[in-house]
């Protein structure tokens, strides 16, 4: 059975930083796209992040380029998105998703099958 755990949410002043990690199991990380997806309150989910398990190249909406990172560690089975220099605007429940018949990274929520629990990330202003 696929299962993905989120972790790694919390509170943080603006300007500071947190990991997500999204532990994997029942399929290997880098075998199906998996992406981080954030949804914040009264706003739709949105695609944040998601690498592609054809090419390993990683997609980015505009409003984290340059702040976050997605990368995984294929011992640990585990994906991770570093996240700097937030802002309260990312104050949101952050999830990971996997699906193998996703393709380049799609950021779009709705093609993901398997979704994690969410970790909650709160940025005060």
């Known amino acids: 059975e696929l299962q993905l755990v989120e972790s790694g949410g919390g509170l943080v002043q603006a300007g500071g930083s947190l990991r997500l990690s999204c532990a994997a199991s029942g399929f290997v990380v880098g075998d199906d796209d998996i992406g981080w997806f954030r949804q914040a309150p009264g706003k739709e989910r949105e695609g944040v992040s998601c690498?592609?398990?054809?090419?390993?190249?990683?997609r980015y909406i505009d409003s984290v380029k340059g702040r976050f990172t997605i990368s995984s560690d294929s011992a640990k089975n585990t994906v991770y998105l570093h996240m700097n220099n937030l802002t309260p605007n990312d104050t949101a429940i952050y999830y990971c998703?996997?699906?193998?018949?996703?393709?380049?990274?799609?950021?779009?929520?709705?093609?993901?099958?398997?979704w994690g629990q969410g970790t909650q990330v709160t940025v005060s202003g």
């Open positions: 690498i592609s398990s054809r090419d390993g190249n990683a």
């Open positions: 998703a996997a699906d193998s018949a996703v393709e380049d990274g799609s950021p779009i929520w709705s093609e993901y099958s398997y």
